[in-house]
């Protein structure tokens, strides 16, 4: 099987929220993605509602419906519901995705930096896994490359993990990935185990990308956002997701 790519587009919503309005429209740049070749859409519905807020994702489980491809959504699970945010569990509730990718933000974050630890008390996040699967969405975790315990990750009832690629990506470009680059093929190996499949995200781009995939050749997602974005902006979205794919392409093949 190879390597999926799920295009984040919680920076189209950033433009448009930036100035008001409905442009850029968060679908239409969703669209222009899966004709690309995008195989999915990921979102990140924060409870500040400063990117993708709840009204985007009932389009968005539209397009991925019509491209037969999944929907991700993110999410701390016990961010308290709030004006203009129902809570994760909810929006889930309305469009049942795919996928839904835990995450232990606090509301203050920029961006997600950190994954669960599996150590303590994981009752309260059995829990809210249960439920999530139970909508029939795949759970997956959001954990640090360096994160142990993952046969508890395991028992939660999660499907899939998602390694947090961060500090891979500072060190690629800093020009010495080779110990952040080892972390992570540790982790998925420790991850497939206890039988968890291996998702990855984070500062991943075309750049850094392929050298994490022959690296480990069995990631089943990469979610990409961030610098996708970036590079579309030179070079158009469309061309920039298919290189995408292409370097994904170019890894399966090695």
């Given at each position: 099987?190879?390597?999926?790519?799920?295009?984040?587009?919680?920076?189209?919503?950033?433009?448009?929220?930036?100035?008001?309005?409905?442009?850029?429209?968060?679908?239409?740049?969703?669209?222009?993605?899966?004709?690309?070749?995008?195989?999915?859409?990921?979102?990140?519905?924060?409870p500040d509602r400063r990117h993708i807020v709840a009204e985007?994702?009932?389009?968005?489980?539209?397009?991925?419906?019509?491209?037969?491809?999944e929907l991700n959504i993110e999410g701390n699970p016990f961010a308290p519901p709030r004006a203009g945010y129902p809570g994760l569990l909810a929006l889930c509730e309305r469009v049942r995705p795919a996928q839904v990718?835990?995450?232990?933000d606090g509301d203050g974050q920029v961006t997600s930096d950190h994954g669960f630890d599996f150590e303590g008390d994981l009752a309260p996040l059995a829990a809210q896994v249960g439920a999530f699967a139970a909508l029939g969405s795949r759970v997956s975790l959001f954990v640090d490359a360096?994160?142990?315990?993952?046969?508890?990750?395991?028992?939660?009832g999660a499907h899939r993990i998602e390694i947090y690629t961060g500090p891979y990506a500072e060190a690629f470009a800093a020009g010495d990935a080779g110990p952040a680059l080892a972390t992570c093929v540790e982790t998925a190996r420790?991850?497939?185990?206890?039988?968890?499949?291996?998702?990855?995200?984070?500062?991943?781009?075309?750049?850094?990308?392929?050298?994490?995939?022959?690296?480990i050749p069995?990631?089943?997602?990469?979610?990409?956002?961030?610098?996708?974005?970036g590079e579309a902006l030179y070079d158009g979205l469309e061309a920039t997701v298919r290189g995408y794919r292409e370097v994904i392409g170019r890894a399966r093949c090695a």
């Amino acid at each position: 099987m190879s390597t999926r790519l799920s295009v984040n587009v919680n920076k189209i919503a950033v433009l448009r929220n930036s100035r008001g309005g409905r442009e850029p429209d968060v679908a239409t740049a969703a669209l222009a993605c899966l004709r690309a070749g995008a195989q999915g859409i990921t979102v990140h519905p924060r409870p500040d509602r400063r990117h993708i807020v709840a009204e985007d994702l009932p389009p968005l489980a539209e397009l991925a419906a019509r491209f037969d491809v999944e929907l991700n959504i993110e999410g701390n699970p016990f961010a308290p519901p709030r004006a203009g945010y129902p809570g994760l569990l909810a929006l889930c509730e309305r469009v049942r995705p795919a996928q839904v990718t835990l995450v232990p933000d606090g509301d203050g974050q920029v961006t997600s930096d950190h994954g669960f630890d599996f150590e303590g008390d994981l009752a309260p996040l059995a829990a809210q896994v249960g439920a999530f699967a139970a909508l029939g969405s795949r759970v997956s975790l959001f954990v640090d490359a360096s994160a142990t315990s993952l046969e508890r990750a395991a028992a939660l009832g999660a499907h899939r993990i998602e390694i947090y690629t961060g500090p891979y990506a500072e060190a690629f470009a800093a020009g010495d990935a080779g110990p952040a680059l080892a972390t992570c093929v540790e982790t998925a190996r420790r991850a497939q185990s206890v039988g968890l499949g291996v998702n990855a995200g984070h500062d991943l781009s075309q750049a850094n990308l392929g050298a994490f995939l022959a690296a480990i050749p069995e990631v089943l997602e990469v979610s990409i956002g961030h610098a996708l974005i970036g590079e579309a902006l030179y070079d158009g979205l469309e061309a920039t997701v298919r290189g995408y794919r292409e370097v994904i392409g170019r890894a399966r093949c090695a």
